[in-house]
């Protein structure tokens, strides 16, 4: 018996494919991880009923959803712009922390009122994460040098530069703690009515509506996608490959730095050293999943706020370790790659049942 397998690129996708592969994704990562739960002893079903059903049935569980939701939308843009033109910002960690260090400053010491000092917050957080992710663009641009790397590395950069102020020149407030004084009143997000959330869930929302509109509707975002999808023939229709790096870049870390000022603003009151659950890195999964559009990416989001809250529930009920939402992660980025592949290529398995020679017979040894 033979088994015999052959691939063969795709020249049309089919549609169930396409537009299937962010749900087949997720249910295959949440498939998996039911093997590690099952290693654990907690029965799946019971375990998966707790992080998604009771956490989007309970209104504090929503609430808690909707704030996480913020950060991980506003960086998930940030990782999904780049993407659109073929590139990899794999340093929204970083721009999430220059946009809080940025903001958090303006937001104890500029005395303005409510509608004038937030406003002024998220612009100077957005110019500082902006500016930082545009350091790599520049180097993409002009000399071609890997965005990844330099993404990357300029994340640890920022993470020790705000480890560095609030142990000293933006200290205060906490004693020996580290970590900067409180926000100003009039530089916190007020609360959302009937939504009870703080108001940088609008903004987020705001976000994902600029770059869905920006992506889908001018001469930008189709240039944008035009140098992603075949940078030589954008180049030889005459669009500029360095000014839509650098555009992406810009506008993704300002994404990424309003969604740190967000996070400081709307939840913590103050910087503080390692406030981010590594936000930043789990925008990668999240503009992966949703990378056909920003409003997929708000929905990415909000599943990853989902795994991130439903989670510490499953911690508590169930004792299962918090390196199980990492797991999922992991997984979820895995899966993305097995349907990519299956996306590219079809698999053909064919199974001879003919016996294979023996001896003495036509092609058997002599």
Known sequence: ???????????????????????????????????ALVALSV???????????????????????????VPLVLTGLAVYLPLRAGLWNVGAEGQLYMGAIVGTWIGINVSLPMVALIPLAILGAGVAGGLWAGIPAYLRAKWDVNEI????LLTFVAVQIASYLVRGPMQ?????????????????YPTV????????????LLAVAVTAVLVARTRMGFEVTFVGSNPLAAAQA????ARVYLFVFLVGGAFAGIGGFSEISGVQGRLRPAF???????????ALLGRNGAVRVLLAAVFF???????????????????????????VILCLITAEFFKRYSVDVELDDEPAPTDGEPGGAA
């Open 1 to 35: 018996m033979n088994l015999s397998v052959e691939l063969e690129a795709r020249e049309d996708v089919p549609a169930w494919l396409v537009y299937g592969t962010p749900v087949f994704t997720v249910v295959g990562a949440l498939a998996l991880s039911a093997v």
């Open 43 to 69: 029965n799946p079903v019971a375990a998966y009923g707790t992080m998604f059903v009771e956490t989007l049935t309970n209104p504090f569980g929503l609430r808690q959803t909707a704030t996480r939701t």
């Open 149 to 152: 790397i330099t993404t990357l």
């Open 172 to 188: 205060g407030g906490l004693g020996n703690i580290p970590g900067s004084a409180e926000l100003l009143d009039a530089a916190t």
């Open 193 to 204: 009515p009937v939504l009870e959330v703080h108001a940088g869930f609008l903004v987020a």
């Open 238 to 241: 005459g669009m500029s490959t």
């Open 276 to 286: 981010s659950p590594d936000y930043g890195f789990t925008a990668i999964p999240i």
């Open 305 to 331: 706020a989902v795994l991130f809250v439903g989670g510490s529930r499953l911690e508590v009920s169930y004792g299962v370790p918090a390196a199980l939402i990492d797991v999922i992660q992991a997984l």
